[in-house]
C-alpha cells in the first residue's frame, strides 16, 4: 500500500498544513476582524478549485451527483471554519487545536448512528492514551470556558458531522466537496465582514494570501483521505494538530514547549502508530 493511499497519513499531512495555516491565520487575526480571513481564504479557494476543475481534461459533473449531501457538507464546513477562525483570534493556536480534539468524540457516534461503523478495541484503548499525550502537550489550566473555548467547541461538533460526511461523499471527486465548502463558507462570512472592515496590507495581506492558498492542498488532502480508511480512524490523526500547533506557537508566538510537551507528543504519535499498524488499510 502506496502512502498516497493511506487515510492516516494523508490527514496527518493535512493536519500539518492546516495548523500552519492557523497559525497564520492567528497573526492576521490580530490585525483585521477573523471573518476578514475566512471570507478571503474562502474566496482564493473558490478560485482555485474552479480552476483546478477546468484544468481537467477528464472530469465529471462540476456540481458533483449527490447535491444534498454536498450543501450539507458546505454548510457543516462553513459554520465550523467560522468558529474555527474566532477561536484563533481568542487562543493561542495549540489550545484551539486541542479543544478541537472534542471531534472524534462526535465522530465516532455520528459514523456509527449513520455510517454503521463501530470503533475497535484498538481504537478505544488509543484514545485515552491521546488524551493523556494532549493533557501533557498543553497543561490543563487555560481559559476553556471563555467564548474562544466555546467557539472551538463548537468548531468541533460542526465539522464532527462533516467529517462523517465527506465519508458518505467518498464517491465525489475531492475538489467538488472542496468546491461546496468553499463556496458557502465565502457566502456566510461576507456579511459578517462588511461591517468591521479593515484592508490588509504588508505581512498581514500575505499571511491571508497563503491560509487560502494552504487551505487548498489542506482540504484537498483530508476529503482524500477520507476514500481510503473509515471516519472513525482517520479522525484519529487530528490529535497531530496539538503538536504542530505547539510548533507554531513557539516559531510564530515565542511559546517555548517544555518537558511536558515532548512526552505529550511521544504517546500521541506512539498510539497513532500503534494505531497505524493495527487496522490496516483497504485496498
Known sequence: MKWYRSGILLMALAILIFSFMAALARFASQTVPPAEVVFFRSAINLVLILFIHYCRKRRGPLLGKNRKLLVLRGVLGAVALNFWFFALSKMPVADVMLVFLAAPIFVLPIAYLWLKEKATR?????????LAGVLLVIKPGFGVINIGGLAALLCAMFSAGSHVTIRRLAGEDAHTVVLYFAAFATLSSAPLMLPGFVRPEGLVLWAILAVGLLSVAAQLLMTQAYHYDSAGRVVMATYLGVVFGGVWDFLFFAHLPGWMTVAGAVLIVG?????????????
Open 271 to 283: 498510539a497513532l502508530l500503534g494505531l497505524r499498524r493495527g487496522v490496516g488499510l483497504r485496498h
Open 122 to 130: 484498538r481504537q478505544l484503548l488509543a484514545i485515552p492514551v491521546l
